[in-house]
């Protein structure tokens, strides 16, 4: 038996990689902030109250998962809040580091001594992180912060690779999510089924791949 754990999987993407996941046969621990009915209804392990821009938070999530292997880990948690050169909230650009980067990083260093030899990790980031691929300028505090865990992903890969961890670093692709406003071009469904095709096809020799969800490898 497969055991998954999801973080930020109350709604959109997470909620439907811990759906997909469950659908096929996976045991799901589904961690979120808050749950919702709709997760309530899949029937999976939820793991609600846990901050990843917490440390305490994500430390006891660790402690009360003592006893449980993991064989994929997907860092999934997120927030964006627009910002551009004129409007510059500090407070919100350093918001953004502490979950979509050092959360993540957090909630994996937490759980390491969970993950199986082998077993897979997958973050969930934004090619908005691409410095290459950047045409429109903005957004700083999300693009920066996608940025650095990207770089964290690929330090990830390296150093996990002897435990036999191998990391996938994800682009979901421009998601119709409350985060985009509703506005993106693909269904949250879709997304985690090419996210988790992505992660099916992780391995070592691949490990520290900056992908988007279609299997375009994006650049850096």
Known sequence: MTTTLVTGSNRSIGFELAKQLQERGHTVIAVCRKSSPELEKLGVKVEAGVDVADGGSVAQLAKRLSDTDL??????????RADTLDKLPFDLIVEQF????VGALRTVHALLPRLRNPS???LITSRMGSIADN???GY???RMSKAALNAAGVSLARDLKGRGV???ILHPGYVRTDMTGNS???APSEAA????ARIDALDAANSGTFWHANGEILPW
Do not use: F, P
């Not at 502490?98 to 980067?101: I, L, R, S």
């Open 184 to 186: 993106g071009g693909i």
């Open 140 to 142: 700083y505090g999300y």
């Open 135 to 137: 045409g429109s300028g």
């Open 120 to 122: 897979k990790v997958a």
């Open 98 to 101: 502490q979950v979509n980067a």
């Open 166 to 168: 191998a990391v996938s």
């Open 193 to 196: 089924t090419q996210l988790i």
């Open 71 to 80: 064989d994929l880990l997907v860092a999934n948690a997120g927030i964006l």
